[in-house]
């Protein structure tokens, strides 16, 4: 059966994170499986998104059990591209942690622990069930917890206690939603909802139960009113941490909300107008706040929510293009924004810190990283023909045939804002002549460490900066891949044949 | 809070309770019970008997630290997920039976040893936070 | 019957969110934990109750005659209250470390690193 290898990736990750927890004790042999088992991952998922780009969308029932009565597992070209990126980003984020997470976090099962929430993010992109999505959910929230206290600092502490709070609170609203839409509809199959749901009479008390969703996975995208536990956790952990966060949690939340809007949700002109609202807003906010921040993770964090807001908005606006758009933009931040986060590792790493105003002269001193560091920071902003400018250009594209100025003003200041941001953060950071900064003792310089070590962290950065720059050059394959996504995702009877009537 | 009754009726409490898990576990197929609740009642007895004879009694009763076994557990139930992958070409998760029912224990499947792995995941989870949880007080 | 389990979610969602919306960590959690138990009286009363009608075709029958007891909100209830066992007993160790790195328990004071920077 050749529908077994829609599990594959994520009987991979568990199988890994069952073999580091026998390997408890022995931080080095973790590190060397953490990173094949990665490999064999990254192989896996391209062997799965080969075999659905040639096959179409393949689905399983587990324990055999007939579709909406079992769990299915669904991987079309979406889940199927979402697996990939998160085995590229998984993998370039264990290499690095391996080299810079300290020893005494390793100690308490960090790399297991990543395993468990690669497998989480994997289920949540594969399942075809909404009840499963939301244990999903809870396997990667409580795998990160874990990630964000690992280790016990004072900030960390305060930082989780808000993601904590305000994740578990997204969890309960989604499990209410989930609860009601049992109630109306009977059946917690995607594919049987989107049938039950668009029979119901009462079209009232389904726009509430979108709502509920729309409310739960806002929080965990980071969407306008309900962001603000972000920018308040995301810079306490270690940078790996931060970096598999910001690349892949929050897309998370904006796979559930594309998936529960294309399938079950369909068709409703007032949640059209939430949804664009809120993006536009997501994005001008998300802009204010980079704008007013000095270290540079908080900008980075804030810069999440702003271009959240893009997805969101492809999302809203639900034409092929625009969602093609959505697609892309989310295929390319995933790669850069991991990116981003690895590098401020690196810049801390160098300098022993995170603020703009004490860094400086980086360009001066490391010509060569700098040049490597400039591709994520570039494709960020869209500078053509790098990775950003292409979805950006769809969905201005796309509001235009709408006649949303408003808008195109939201996509256009939130460019600028970038643009103005990361221009900031060059000069800042690279091109300023840096102020003599003391030397913190014990502390473990970029220049002090081994080759090896320094070898561990380069390597990923330089990874993702390929794939950046294939997303902006290759922009051909992407744009026909979000495509094929998105006509898959606008014809939701087709997703319905394949689940139902395989 | 050490008292000679509580003492001394954990002594026989525990064993009988350990017993009672392992029948809630093998009933659990067709009938009420199951890995989880079975190894949150043996769980149950090794709290008991921490209750009444202190934690470093349980944990020396124990030999090794709970958490270990949780990777036991975790594979087991792989392994007896997966099989049917590798049996009969079915999809995961699907039941695989022996031809026979054994004597004791009835009929035998793939299902069995997934809620055995459970059993040890849940005697091993809790234990381990509940150690952790009394160790920080 | 579901008019009383009703009014017991919503009492449990309100003094849920009030509880969250204290200072006190240790309230936090307790209103997280009634949200919980909300959530999980909802999707049993959603899922339509019937009394002593478990869902087991009869012997002589092929299928179901008569109304059943729906299996799914069970498990699905089940399934919520393993994970929030998890959950709880998670949160309970976080606010015990970080009351004792912070030394407070009031929300308003845990802002050390959140201004301006």
Redesign the interface.
């Known amino acids: 059966m050749i529908q077994h290898i829609v599990l594959y990736p994520i009987l991979v990750q568990l199988f890994f994170a069952i073999v580091l927890l026998f390997f408890w004790n022995s931080v080095k042999a973790q590190k060397s499986i953490s990173i094949f088992g990665n490999i064999v991952a990254l192989i896996v998922s391209v062997w799965l998104f080969i075999t659905i780009w040639q096959e179409g969308t393949l689905t399983i029932q587990t324990g055999n059990w007939e579709a909406p009565f079992g769990i299915t597992f669904v991987a079309d070209t979406f889940a199927a591209t979402l697996v990939l990126l998160t085995a590229i980003s998984g993998f370039a984020v264990s290499i690095f942690s391996v080299g810079t997470i300290l020893r005494a976090r390793l100690k308490f099962g960090f790399l297991p622990i990543l395993h468990f929430l690669l497998l989480g993010l994997n289920g949540a992109f594969l399942t075809g069930d909404i009840f499963n999505l939301y244990v999903w959910f809870e396997i990667i929230i409580i795998s990160s917890f874990v990630l964000i206290t690992i280790g016990g600092e004072k900030k960390q502490l305060e930082g989780a206690i808000k993601y904590f709070t305000l994740n578990i609170l997204a969890s309960m609203i989604f499990l209410t939603a989930i609860a009601v839409l049992y109630g109306l509809a009977g059946t917690l199959n995607m594919a049987d909802l989107a049938i039950k749901v668009a029979e119901i009479e009462n079209r009232g008390l389904v726009e509430i139960t979108a709502i509920l969703f729309f409310i739960g996975f806002g929080i965990k995208a980071g969407l306008f009113p309900l962001y603000f536990w972000l920018p308040a956790s995301y810079h306490t952990p270690p940078p790996a941490v931060m970096a598999i966060f910001g690349g892949l949690l929050t897309k998370v939340g904006v796979y559930a909300l594309i998936r529960v809007f294309t399938v079950i949700f369909v068709g409703e002109d007032f949640l059209e107008l939430i949804i664009l609202s809120v993006a536009g807003l997501t994005l001008v906010s998300g802009g204010i706040g980079a704008l007013v921040h000095n270290n540079i993770v908080k900008v980075f964090s804030y810069l999440i929510i702003c271009h959240i807001g893009y997805m969101i908005l492809g999302l809203g606006l639900y034409t092929e293009a625009a969602i093609a758009g959505a697609i892309f933009y989310l295929i390319h931040d995933i790669v850069v924004k991991t990116n981003l986060f690895m590098m401020s590792g690196l810049i801390y790493r160098i300098k022993g810190t995170f603020s703009m105003r004490d860094l400086g002269g980086l360009y001066n001193n490391n010509p060569l990283l700098s040049l490597i560091m400039i591709i994520p920071l570039m494709s960020l902003v869209g500078i053509p023909p790098l990775s950003g400018f292409w979805p950006k250009l769809a969905l201005i594209t796309e509001s235009f045939n709408a006649n949303n100025y408003w808008l195109i003003g939201a996509v256009l200041f939130a460019t600028f804002i970038t643009l103005f941001v990361i221009a900031r953060l060059w000069t800042e950071v690279f091109w300023k002549e840096g102020p003599k900064l003391k030397r913190i003792a014990n502390f473990r310089y970029f220049s002090l460490l081994s080759k090896h070590q320094k070898r561990q962290m380069i390597v990923p950065i330089v990874f993702l900066a390929f794939i950046s720059l294939y997303i902006g050059f290759g922009a051909e394959h992407i744009q026909r891949l979000s495509i094929r996504i998105a006509q898959e995702l606008l014809d939701n009877q087709a997703y319905i044949n394949a689940v139902l009537k395989p | 809070m050490k008292t000679i009754i509580l003492k001394t009726a954990s002594d026989y409490l525990l064993p009988l309770l350990l017993l009672f898990s392992v029948f809630i576990l093998l009933r659990g197929h067709y009938l009420p019970g199951g890995g989880f609740v079975g190894g949150l009642i043996a769980s149950i007895a090794f709290v008991l008997h921490a209750f009444a004879n202190g934690l470093e009694e349980t944990k020396h009763l124990l030999r090794i630290h709970p958490g270990y076994l949780m990777p036991v557990g975790l594979i087991i139930a792989f392994i007896a997920a997966i099989s049917p992958i590798f049996i009969s070409n079915l999809p995961f998760m699907t039941g695989e039976w022996f031809a026979d029912p054994l004597p004791v224990i009835g009929m035998v499947g793939s299902a069995l040893f997934f809620d055995t792995g459970v059993y040890i995941v849940v005697v091993g989870v809790s234990l381990t936070i509940i150690f952790t949880i009394t160790e920080s007080a | 019957m579901e008019f009383l389990l009703a009014v017991v979610t919503g009492l449990l969602y309100a003094a849920g969110l009030y509880m ?1 919306l204290r200072r006190s ?1 240790v309230k ?1 959690i307790i209103g ?1 934990i009634l ?2 138990n909300g ?1 999980n009286i ?2 049993f ?4 109750i019937t009394k002593g009608l478990p869902p087991i075709i009869p012997e002589e029958s092929k299928v179901f005659i008569e109304a059943y007891a ?1 299996p ?2 069970q498990a ?1 209830i089940l ?2 209250i ?2 929030s066992f ?2 709880q ?10 009351f004792k ?2 030394r407070t328990d009031d ?1 308003d004071q ?5 201004p ?2």
């Open positions: 969250m960590l936090l997280l949200i919980g959530a909802l999707i009363l959603l899922g339509r729906d799914v909100p699905l399934t919520a393993v994970i998890g959950l007993s998670f949160a309970i160790v976080l606010i015990k470390r970080a790195v912070v929300l845990m802002n050390s690193i959140d301006y920077s």
